[in-house]
């Protein structure tokens, strides 16, 4: 098993080298010096982070098929920080809804975004800043999954953002940009409810939301979309988290809006100074 | 152009003088220009950066032009399908038109075309937003007035082709956002009654999006619009040359002068300087910022519509003239569906869009004022013009926001409903406030004005009076700074009077009336003969 892991992470960290070259290459010419710091600032970051979640993702499916122990802590835990909400047999209160059959994949994403324990009363769970360790996460997962099996963990084959970035691009667009934006800028929906903007969120969450459906989001079950065709969605998200656009700073990707605002004050703001200085020059 | 040229034509001088001279001299002889250039370049031109608004919006085009020119090398204003097999990965092998497919080798492909193009559309956007803020300095200054009624009639049109303009070329590249753009309007044009339908197929060639629109929007986009244009622009410059420009009031200056700059040598070549000044900004936007990233949005396919789609700023307020209607507003009636959501908008912007465009006549009608104005006004002089200019400003902006209700939502954590509810509020509630508000302000600024003018300003100077009392020292403005306190035009309600017949029309009862709303509390200027009071203090 350890050995396997090693293996893997060492593939995937060469993969990402050969994706970072590749991607460099065409427009070297391009950039300034500081753009291709950036990058690879950037790029290491992702390295990092990805490995880091990769390494979390595994160790977590070893855990899952494991130990009865694991399942006790998190009964402990679940029994402190949860069970107010949805009940000590995970049926659920006035405060929360059932946790039957929601599955270690659920628990994993709501609690491993910070989202649950729920803090406070408002639209929408936010993400906050986690609450558990690593071990905590899948302790809960591994009890709540223990008690009424559902979606699991994914698979770590599935996570490596190396799929066809423009197939899950297009399968984005048609399946998810009506809420999450084209460029997984984030929207509005109603009743101060809105789709979170997708950058920074780690491969595995973006698997275990398609698979969850959170809240007003819809479950993308795989029959829906299969977990190659999720594999490719978060390919394209990464892809466009990890190169920064071709054409500068992307004020937020919120388009013509930003694009607007961007032009009137600081654009045109420039000028009208410049006009000023200049008649002022003359007196 | 060298001075030489204007002071070309003594025989001997050109023998003696340089290749230059020679040159200038030759083309002088055979074209007589030096007469023009002496007297366009003896035009007075008065400095304030206010002035230079149209002027940015003049050399935008400019840019737009140049850019424009480059990207039609490369752009393929077709729907054809292909392949995309250009350099950004994620859209590698998609089915796309050939429109699409050129505006994305042009970002990729095409050494400097992602320059070029952002370059074309930032400029764009300025090219706008400038006569925005031009027109409403020339209406806030009352520029507007006699004899420049005409000139106003053709910046407002230039605007409006301006909009039509950024939203063809908006549309071209056949990218996703732009395709949701053209969808709402099929959906506009088709909600008109009786001939929407008609219309619809017949822009689109047979039903949306078919295979036409690209080519037909590349044809006004690149011939038509900006021959109209161009034109009127011309027009619109030989306006300005004949009628003068107008100036700030301030000593010395008259409606019969023009108190600044010769255009030549002093003023082209500070024209001549911003126009790079105003090149340059938009170039360093250019470089460092994103603009329409349709690479993010993929090709145009009817299905998705992604979160966040808009149209570039200056449609925003007919965007958000949709968002606002509230749900309900159709209706079947006679076989026919009546969708009043989208005929209430399209009325109430071509009202106002009527408004605006006739306002300076609706004004000289009210004011009853024959006269020519070259004197601009300080706008707290003419408060109920400002007024309704604070009204019109307010609609707008508040349907220009409502284009952005989602952003709004999100970024500033609220319901979206509640957003559209306070947008709804401030654009039919709103302008009245703002009217009232900004009369009263108007109003309160000359009352201080006329303070100044006849006592001076607080000094901070405290005396004690050999009687014991404390008074704080007046002190006078100075002569330059009082002159600006104390000329301005003064109103009164027209009169009735009968006519020939000895009978007062209607007509006239409606003008009186509206001229006594428009006049009815105002602050008048002061007298000479108050000044002369107020000085023996």
């Given at each position: 098993?350890?050995?396997?892991?090693k293996t893997?992470?060492?593939?995937?960290?060469?993969?990402?080298?050969?994706?970072?070259?590749?991607?460099?290459?065409?427009?070297?010419?391009?950039?300034?010096?500081?753009?291709?710091?950036?990058?690879?600032?950037?790029?290491?970051?992702f390295?990092?982070?990805?490995?880091?979640?990769?390494?979390?993702?595994?160790?977590d499916?070893?855990?899952?098929?494991?130990?009865?122990?694991?399942?006790?802590?998190?009964?402990?835990?679940?029994?402190?920080n949860?069970?107010?909400?949805?009940?000590l047999?995970?049926?659920?209160?006035?405060?929360?809804?059932?946790?039957i059959?929601?599955?270690?994949?659920?628990?994993?994403?709501?609690?491993?975004?910070?989202?649950?324990?729920?803090q406070?009363?408002?639209?929408?769970?936010?993400?906050?800043?986690?609450?558990?360790?690593?071990?905590?996460?899948d302790?809960?997962?591994?009890?709540?999954?223990?008690?009424?099996?559902?979606?699991?963990?994914?698979?770590?084959?599935?996570?490596?953002?190396a799929?066809?970035?423009?197939?899950?691009?297009?399968?984005?667009?048609?399946?998810?940009?009506?809420?999450?934006n084209?460029?997984?800028?984030?929207?509005?929906?109603?009743?101060?409810?809105?789709a979170?903007?997708?950058?920074?969120?780690?491969e595995k969450?973006?698997?275990?939301?398609?698979?969850?459906?959170?809240?007003?989001?819809?479950?993308?079950?795989?029959?829906n979309?299969?977990?190659e065709?999720?594999?490719?969605?978060?390919?394209?998200?990464?892809y466009?988290?990890?190169?920064?656009?071709?054409?500068?700073?992307?004020?937020?990707?919120?388009?013509?809006?930003?694009?607007?605002?961007?032009?009137?004050?600081?654009?045109?703001?420039?000028?009208?100074?410049?006009?000023?200085?200049?008649?002022?020059?003359a007196? | 152009?060298?001075?030489?040229?204007?002071?070309?034509?003594?025989?001997?001088?050109?023998?003696?003088?340089?290749?230059?001279?020679?040159v200038s001299?030759?083309?002088?002889?055979?074209?007589?220009?030096?007469?023009?250039?002496?007297?366009f370049g003896?035009?007075?031109?008065?400095?304030?950066?206010?002035?230079?608004?149209?002027?940015?919006?003049?050399?935008?085009f400019?840019?737009?032009?140049?850019s424009?020119?480059?990207?039609?090398?490369?752009f393929?204003?077709s729907?054809?399908?292909?392949?995309?097999?250009?350099?950004?990965?994620?859209?590698?092998?998609?089915?796309?038109?050939?429109?699409m497919?050129?505006?994305?080798?042009?970002?990729?492909?095409?050494?400097?075309?992602?320059?070029?193009?952002q370059?074309h559309?930032?400029?764009?956007l300025?090219?706008i937003?400038?006569?925005?803020?031009h027109?409403?300095?020339?209406?806030f200054t009352?520029?507007?007035?006699?004899?420049?009624?005409?000139?106003?009639?053709?910046?407002?049109?230039?605007?409006?082709?301006?909009?039509g303009?950024?939203?063809?070329?908006?549309?071209l590249?056949?990218?996703?956002?732009?395709?949701?753009?053209?969808r709402?309007?099929?959906?506009?044009?088709?909600g008109?009654?009786?001939?929407?339908?008609?219309?619809?197929?017949?822009?689109?060639?047979?039903?949306f999006?078919?295979?036409?629109?690209?080519?037909?929007?590349?044809?006004?986009?690149?011939?038509l619009?900006?021959?109209?244009?161009?034109?009127?622009?011309?027009?619109?410059?030989?306006?300005v040359?004949v009628?003068?420009?107008?100036q700030?009031?301030?000593p010395?200056?008259?409606?019969?002068?023009?108190v600044?700059?010769?255009?030549?040598?002093?003023?082209?070549?500070?024209?001549?300087g911003?126009?790079?000044?105003?090149?340059?900004?938009?170039?360093?936007m250019a470089?460092?910022?994103?603009?329409n990233?349709?690479?993010?949005?993929g090709?145009?396919d009817p299905?998705?519509?992604?979160?966040g789609?808009q149209?570039?700023?200056?449609?925003?307020?007919a965007?958000?003239?949709?968002?606002?209607?509230?749900?309900?507003?159709?209706?079947?009636?006679?076989?026919r569906?009546?969708?009043?959501?989208?005929?209430?908008?399209?009325?109430?912007?071509?009202?106002?869009?009527v408004?605006v465009?006739?306002?300076?006549?609706?004004?000289a009608?009210?004011t009853?004022?024959?006269?020519?104005?070259?004197l601009l006004d300080?706008?707290?002089?003419?408060?109920?013009?400002?007024?309704?200019?604070?009204?019109?400003?307010?609609?707008?902006?508040?349907?220009?926001?409502?284009?952005?209700?989602?952003?709004?939502?999100?970024?500033?954590?609220?319901?979206?409903?509640?957003?559209?509810?306070?947008?709804?509020?401030?654009?039919?509630?709103?302008?009245?406030?703002?009217?009232?508000?900004?009369?009263r302000?108007?109003?309160?600024?000359?009352?201080?004005?006329?303070?100044?003018?006849?006592?001076?300003?607080?000094?901070?100077?405290?005396?004690r009076?050999?009687?014991?009392?404390?008074?704080?020292?007046?002190?006078q403005?100075?002569?330059?700074?009082?002159?600006k306190?104390?000329?301005?035009?003064e109103?009164?309600?027209?009169?009735?009077?009968?006519?020939?017949?000895?009978?007062?029309?209607?007509?006239?009862?409606?003008r009186?009336?509206?001229?006594?709303?428009?006049?009815e509390?105002?602050?008048?200027?002061?007298?000479s003969?108050?000044?002369?009071?107020?000085?023996?203090?």
């Amino acid at each position: 098993m350890a050995t396997a892991r090693k293996t893997d992470a060492r593939r995937f960290r060469i993969k990402s080298a050969n994706a970072a070259r590749r991607t460099r290459s065409p427009r070297a010419a391009r950039r300034s010096p500081l753009a291709t710091v950036a990058l690879i600032a950037i790029g290491l970051l992702f390295t990092g982070g990805a490995y880091a979640a990769f390494n979390a993702s595994s160790s977590d499916s070893g855990a899952v098929a494991a130990s009865q122990e694991s399942v006790e802590r998190g009964e402990k835990l679940f029994a402190a920080n949860c069970a107010t909400c949805h009940g000590l047999a995970l049926q659920g209160t006035e405060a929360g809804p059932t946790l039957i059959g929601v599955g270690a994949a659920a628990v994993d994403f709501q609690v491993g975004t910070g989202r649950m324990p729920l803090q406070n009363q408002s639209p929408q769970a936010p993400v906050k800043p986690v609450q558990f360790t690593d071990s905590d996460v899948d302790a809960l997962a591994a009890y709540v999954s223990s008690i009424s099996p559902g979606p699991s963990v994914p698979d770590s084959e599935y996570l490596d953002a190396a799929g066809d970035a423009t197939r899950g691009a297009e399968l984005f667009r048609i399946n998810c940009a009506m809420c999450h934006n084209v460029a997984g800028a984030g929207g509005a929906l109603t009743e101060g409810k809105y789709a979170p903007a997708l950058t920074g969120v780690t491969e595995k969450h973006i698997y275990e939301a398609m698979l969850t459906g959170p809240q007003n989001m819809p479950v993308f079950n795989d029959a829906n979309l299969t977990p190659e065709d999720k594999r490719d969605i978060i390919t394209s998200l990464k892809y466009l988290e990890n190169n920064p656009s071709p054409g500068g700073f992307e004020l937020g990707s919120l388009g013509p809006v930003a694009e607007g605002l961007f032009a009137w004050i600081f654009g045109l703001g420039a000028i009208i100074a410049l006009a000023v200085w200049l008649t002022a020059r003359a007196n | 152009m060298s001075s030489d040229t204007r002071t070309a034509p003594a025989p001997q001088r050109a023998a003696k003088t340089s290749v230059t001279g020679a040159v200038s001299n030759y083309i002088d002889e055979r074209t007589s220009i030096s007469a023009v250039v002496k007297e366009f370049g003896r035009k007075i031109f008065p400095d304030h950066w206010s002035f230079m608004l149209g002027e940015v919006a003049l050399y935008s085009f400019v840019v737009i032009l140049i850019s424009g020119s480059f990207l039609t090398f490369f752009f393929q204003a077709s729907m054809a399908e292909v392949e995309y097999d250009g350099s950004w990965v994620p859209l590698k092998g998609l089915e796309m038109s050939a429109a699409m497919d050129s505006a994305l080798n042009i970002s990729f492909d095409i050494r400097g075309g992602l320059l070029m193009r952002q370059v074309h559309h930032w400029a764009a956007l300025l090219f706008i937003a400038s006569i925005g803020l031009h027109m409403l300095r020339i209406y806030f200054t009352g520029a507007f007035r006699k004899p420049r009624e005409l000139n106003w009639v053709i910046g407002f049109i230039l605007f409006i082709l301006a909009m039509g303009e950024g939203f063809t070329g908006y549309s071209l590249p056949d990218d996703l956002l732009s395709g949701n753009g053209l969808r709402i309007i099929d959906g506009l044009i088709k909600g008109i009654p009786v001939v929407g339908t008609w219309i619809s197929y017949l822009l689109f060639g047979g039903e949306f999006p078919g295979d036409q629109v690209i080519g037909r929007f590349y044809t006004l986009h690149i011939l038509l619009l900006p021959a109209i244009i161009v034109a009127l622009i011309a027009l619109h410059l030989v306006f300005v040359v004949v009628h003068k420009h107008t100036q700030y009031p301030g000593p010395g200056k008259t409606n019969d002068n023009v108190v600044g700059y010769p255009i030549l040598p002093v003023y082209a070549a500070k024209a001549g300087g911003f126009f790079f000044i105003v090149f340059g900004v938009i170039a360093l936007m250019a470089a460092f910022f994103t603009i329409n990233p349709i690479w993010n949005y993929g090709p145009y396919d009817p299905s998705p519509v992604s979160a966040g789609t808009q149209p570039d700023w200056y449609i925003g307020f007919a965007d958000g003239a949709l968002r606002l209607i509230p749900p309900g507003w159709e209706f079947v009636l006679w076989d026919r569906t009546w969708s009043f959501n989208i005929i209430v908008p399209l009325v109430v912007l071509g009202g106002f869009i009527v408004v605006v465009l006739l306002y300076p006549f609706f004004e000289a009608w009210v004011t009853g004022d024959k006269r020519e104005h070259h004197l601009l006004d300080r706008p707290r002089n003419a408060p109920t013009r400002t007024a309704i200019g604070a009204a019109g400003v307010t609609f707008y902006a508040s349907l220009w926001a409502a284009a952005s209700s989602d952003i709004i939502a999100t970024h500033f954590k609220m319901a979206m409903e509640h957003v559209i509810h306070i947008l709804q509020f401030t654009t039919i509630v709103g302008p009245f406030i703002a009217f009232f508000i900004a009369k009263r302000i108007c109003i309160a600024l000359q009352k201080k004005d006329r303070e100044i003018a006849l006592h001076g300003y607080e000094s901070g100077r405290i005396v004690r009076l050999p009687g014991g009392e404390y008074i704080e020292v007046h002190q006078q403005l100075d002569e330059y700074e009082r002159w600006k306190l104390l000329n301005f035009n003064e109103y009164q309600p027209l009169m009735i009077r009968p006519n020939a017949a000895g009978k007062i029309s209607s007509a006239q009862r409606v003008r009186a009336s509206v001229s006594r709303w428009f006049f009815e509390d105002r602050i008048e200027p002061v007298t000479s003969k108050e000044l002369e009071r107020s000085s023996h203090h």
